[in-house]
Every structure is written in structure tokens, then in C-alpha cells.
């Protein structure tokens, strides 16, 4: 059984690692399209605009002459960290399951590490919605892929510090 929680942890971990990853790199936080072929979407490093089947992406700049996208360079940040935090969550998880399983350091920084990647990840949306969640309310745009990967990975690493938490806990376990 508990070998079983420490698999799915690990698993758990892998996934919400790949999650983040793909929630840094997607192009897709936010997005409009209409009845007529008018596509627009933006992510945290490019705004892609088409009609049709042409589409044309730019990069987004990092800093302005008017600082107007300092909440995308916080957004940036918070979740790169996230992505990081999340990558030494998998990487310590797969070490106290298959290597060291009797050490309390490992289950520790696995537990730690999942927690502040959860934050991380959670500060970098709220701020993503705070600056624009108006364009959502009003229903001319919907959030995108990498928004909802985002928030999943956020979910996904509070469960899997809950599980590697159970699961340090359990009775046979040295810590």
C-alpha cells in the first residue's frame, strides 16, 4: 500500500512537472475568436493574430517606455519559479522513492518544495486574472490552454505535497 502512495506521488509529481512546463511555453492564456475566422491569442511570450488560416505571432516585449506589462513580467516569473519548484518536486519525489527512502531530508524538501511551487504557481495566475480578467468578464475573450494548465499544476502540486505528506506519515516510515 504504501509503495503503491509513493508510485502515485512520484506520478503525480512527473505529470504536474510536464504541466507547468507546458503552461510556461503555451501561447494560449487568453484567446478570442468569431464567426468569422478572426482568431487572437496570447500567452506569456507571444500574441498571435490571424483570419482565417494566416496567422502572425509577435514576441512580447518585456519592458515598455510606459512599464504597461509589468504584470506579464511578474506573471512570467512566478510562474517560471513555479515550473523550477516544481521540477526539484519531481526530482527529490523519484530520489525518495527509488533511492533514499529512509531519509527524512528527502521527504522534507519533496513536501516543501511541492507547497512553494503551489504558491508560486497560484501568485502567477491571480495576477494574470487581475490584469485580465476584464476582457474575460465581458465575454469578448476566454482563457486559454496555458492558463488552465496552469491552474491544474497549482491543484496538482498542493495534492501531491498532501500525498507525499500521507505518505511520510504512514506507519512504517522512518519519518
Given at each position: ?117 503551489g504558491f508560486c504557481l497560484l501568485i502567477g495566475f491571480a495576477t494574470y486574472v487581475s490584469f485580465f480578467g476584464h476582457y474575460v ?20 502540486s498542493w495534492i501531491q505535497a498532501g500525498v507525499f505528506f500521507v505518505h511520510g506519515r504512514m506507519p512504517d516510515s522512518p519519518a
Amino acid at each position: 500500500m504504501k509503495q503503491n502512495i509513493a508510485f502515485a506521488g512520484f506520478g503525480l509529481s512527473c505529470l504536474n512537472a510536464l504541466f507547468s512546463i507546458l503552461a510556461l511555453a503555451l501561447n494560449a492564456w487568453i484567446e478570442y475568436s468569431d464567426d468569422d475566422g478572426r482568431y487572437q491569442s496570447s500567452g506569456l511570450w507571444k500574441s498571435c493574430t490571424g483570419y482565417r488560416s494566416v496567422f502572425r505571432c509577435v514576441e512580447i516585449l518585456p519592458v515598455l517606455p510606459v512599464g504597461k506589462h509589468g504584470q506579464i513580467l511578474a506573471v512570467r516569473a512566478f510562474v517560471a519559479m513555479g515550473m523550477l519548484l516544481m521540477l526539484g518536486a519531481a526530482v527529490t519525489a523519484g530520489v525518495r522513492v527509488f533511492l533514499m527512502k529512509d531519509k527524512r531530508i528527502i521527504y522534507l524538501a519533496t513536501v516543501g518544495l511541492s507547497i512553494a511551487a503551489g504558491f508560486c504557481l497560484l501568485i502567477g495566475f491571480a495576477t494574470y486574472v487581475s490584469f485580465f480578467g476584464h476582457y474575460v468578464s465581458t465575454g469578448s475573450f476566454r482563457y486559454g490552454g496555458g492558463f488552465a494548465l496552469c491552474v491544474i499544476a497549482w491543484l496538482f502540486s498542493w495534492i501531491q505535497a498532501g500525498v507525499f505528506f500521507v505518505h511520510g506519515r504512514m506507519p512504517d516510515s522512518p519519518a
